[in-house]
């Protein structure tokens, strides 16, 4: 959010939605035509979202009057969508079907009668009155403030061709100006979808149960502890809780990640989710405003509101640039009749001609469509880019530093490898699981894990005077039999020392970076288990991806130096730091800076949080109801899937890459447009076909960011 509107939203402040911006000089002049309204004390539009935030009180009839210049339509936030006219049947389009007509029936008027007769001139006139009435206004009303944008131009190049007598070329250029922006109002819409199909996702009511009555309620209404009752088939509407229910649900909405994951009592299922099999009765935990995907959906209108550092270059540029283009065609028309006595006719129609040659159409409009488009996609596809600023920089990103724990490893301990020696596998991992059931430490639950998963029942073992051995473990008795679970330093001191062959593998498996426990009784040790906090397995592609376009990766870890040296190895990361406190990390993203200037961090969110901000771009992993991940990073990776990643990066350099082909191709057509004036080449079809066509693949060119994928 920008400061302004963190200003405006401590007070008074309320947001409406917008149809009909075409462009980000129209969406300046509404937003200052807003400011003067009485009882308005601020406002800011946010052109990327279509809205505007309204500071004060007014009413959707004086802002539809502000926005009368455009015809633009406003409703409140809550509708979140207005239906949108076809684009063959909006109003500015119907009046170019008539102006075509008009200037088809002039020409053949003009071809029987000649070009100079009343009749086909009435006929042009006629066209560019209708085609250009909008036009016109605008321009007057920049001229009279001495504002020159473009529909100052094309006013001045109309106008004047319609006074040295060339109507027809004024005629045509209305109309091709027109379909320019008819052609830009629809892939701007179309960019814009990225955000309006994500408001589709959640359903607008939902089937609640309240004091044993079930009926259908608005989101708008639903309470936080309702009972709401989704059927297979169906999409969650709220946040919440399951309290009874067992299903696999589609996160695909939220997260990017199409594969279902199983829902059971007390797991967190959120709005815009697909219900595929069971029934669940979801307890509902946050109101409508508060979902996951309403905050995907603000974080998203916020990001495309703004302004990447190249718009905010392509805006300054065009604060001088259309004053000169004026200047420049001032001169062409004044100075070759003036002081080398040529013909006066011919150099006024050069000068028009620059004018609409100059019209900044494509330059203004080649870094906004691409911002938008890239951000909506990347949204669609699970990841949240907070802003044209973290789109760039992450395409320039030299190096990335991956906190370990969670991110490029599970975060969750799992058994990898058991060692017998005596007994049944499955009869010693019981009796473990049975005594480690009583049991406080981390490491217990991976092996209570292991046991579920090969179907031991250890909940119906008896276990008798279990007592903790702080630090090294527990003892229990089980059939009259004192075991001991804990570390091989525990075996150390009950058995005076451990077996050679068994001090071997213990220290094989701790050098591949696992903690060992063993069980036994005070006569022997009967197995080995090893837990480990397993790698992602993402990680290695994704880190060897990222080295091979160029990218330093960095492991940060608080592990010890061993364990670190081990997963990095099978990570395959350029470098590893391991015993680091979240201040050493911090210290270390600094130097990582000064060294390359551009670096991301990748971790969790919340005890990375420090990291994350010093980084040039902070990606969390794990958005998904995580609101720490949301509000501290610069990118959130919300189906805590690592292969979003490369994804992003190359997302943001084929942002780059078009945008800098659209500012590079938006002057140099209108540079060779301009050489043309020299020979006298230059006429008023050339530039208005130049100018449109440029605007036209310069939009197209940004809308490719609409098909880049995973």
């Not at 009413?59 to 949108?84: M, V, W």
């Not at 969670?406 to 005596?422: C, E, F, H, R, W």
């Amino acid at each position: 959010m920008s400061d302004q509107q963190a200003k405006l939203s401590e007070q008074e402040m309320k947001a409406y939605r917008v149809q009909g911006f075409t462009c980000t000089s129209c969406a300046n002049i509404f937003e200052n035509n807003v400011k003067k309204l009485q009882g308005v004390e601020d406002a800011k539009v946010n052109f990327g979202a279509s809205k505007i935030y309204v500071h004060g009180s007014t009413t959707i009839e004086e802002l539809e009057k502000a926005g009368a210049f455009e015809n633009l339509k406003i409703r409140d936030e809550k509708e979140q969508k207005i239906e949108r006219e076809s684009f063959w049947k909006q109003k500015a389009n119907i009046k170019v079907y008539i102006s075509a007509i008009l200037l088809v029936m002039s020409w053949l008027l003009g071809e029987q009668y000649g070009e100079g007769h009343i009749l086909p001139t009435i006929g042009f006139a006629a066209a560019i009155l209708i085609g250009g009435y909008s036009l016109f206004i605008k321009g007057f009303k920049n001229l009279s403030r001495f504002k020159f944008d473009m529909n100052t131009l094309m006013t001045i190049a109309i106008l004047g061709a319609a006074v040295i007598g060339q109507w027809g070329e004024g005629a045509m250029v209305v109309i091709l100006f027109a379909i320019s922006e008819a052609l830009e109002r629809y892939s701007v819409d179309k960019a814009r979808q990225s955000i309006e199909s994500l408001m589709d996702i959640a359903p607008k009511e939902a089937l609640i149960r309240r004091e044993n009555k079930e009926m259908q309620v608005h989101v708008e209404d639903i309470l936080v502890g309702d009972i709401m009752i989704v059927k297979p088939g169906q999409k969650l509407a709220m946040d919440g809780t399951v309290i009874q229910g067992i299903s696999t649900l589609n996160q695909a909405a939220i997260t990017g990640e199409s594969v279902p994951v199983t829902k059971t009592v007390g797991d967190e299922v959120f709005a815009g989710t697909l219900n595929e099999e069971g029934l669940l009765e979801v307890k509902v935990t946050k109101k409508v405003e508060d979902t996951t995907i309403s905050k995907i959906i603000h974080l998203v209108e916020e990001a495309q509101a703004e302004r990447a550092p190249s718009q905010a270059f392509v805006d300054r540029f065009a604060q001088y640039y259309t004053p000169a283009i004026v200047v420049l065609a001032l001169l062409i028309a004044v100075v070759p009749p003036l002081l080398f006595g040529a013909d006066w006719s011919m150099w006024v129609y050069q000068g028009l001609a620059v004018l609409v040659v100059g019209c900044p159409c494509a330059l203004v409009v080649s870094t906004p469509v691409a911002v938008v488009t890239a951000i909506g996609n990347a949204a669609k596809n699970g990841v949240l880019i907070k802003g044209g600023i973290h789109l760039e920089e992450a395409g320039a990103l030299k190096a990335i530093a991956f906190d370990k724990t969670g991110t490029l490893t599970k975060g969750v301990p799992a058994v990898t490898d058991i060692i017998t020696y005596s007994g049944n596998e499955n009869e010693l991992m019981t009796i473990t699981a049975a005594i480690e059931k009583g049991s406080q430490h981390p490491l217990a639950s991976a092996i209570m894990r292991k046991a579920e998963e090969n179907s031991l029942d250890f909940n119906g073992v008896l276990v008798e005077d279990f007592q903790s051995i702080t630090g090294k473990g527990v003892k229990a008795k089980v059939n009259n039999e004192l075991y001991y679970v804990g570390s091989p330093n525990l075996f150390e001191e009950v058995h005076g020392s451990i077996e050679r062959n068994q001090e071997r593998q213990i220290i094989e498996m701790q050098t591949q970076g696992k903690t060992v426990m063993v069980l036994g009784t005070e006569q022997e040790i009967l197995s080995l288990i090893a837990v480990a906090d397993e790698i992602r397995e993402t990680s290695k592609d994704v880190i060897s991806k990222l080295n091979s376009i160029g990218i330093e990766t960095v492991m940060l870890t608080g592990d010890n130096q061993r364990t670190a040296v081990e997963i990095g190895k099978q990570v395959g990361v350029s470098d590893i730091k391991a015993d680091l406190l979240p201040e050493d990390k911090l210290n270390f993203i600094k130097e990582l800076r000064g060294k390359h200037k551009s670096v991301g961090m990748v971790g969790d969110g919340v005890n990375d949080a420090p990291a994350l901000a010093a980084s040039t771009v902070g990606v969390a992993m794990g958005g998904v109801g995580t609101d720490t991940a949301l509000e501290t990073a610069d990118i959130a990776l919300m189906s805590d899937d690592l292969r979003q990643l490369p994804y992003t990066i190359n997302l943001s350099r084929k942002a780059l890459t078009i945008i800098k082909q659209n500012i590079t191709f938006s002057l140099v057509i209108k540079l060779v447009a301009l050489l043309l004036v020299i020979p006298g080449w230059l006429t008023l079809w050339i530039a208005i076909f130049s100018d449109m066509g440029a605007t036209l693949l310069v939009t197209l060119n940004s809308l490719r960011l609409l098909k880049s994928k995973e």
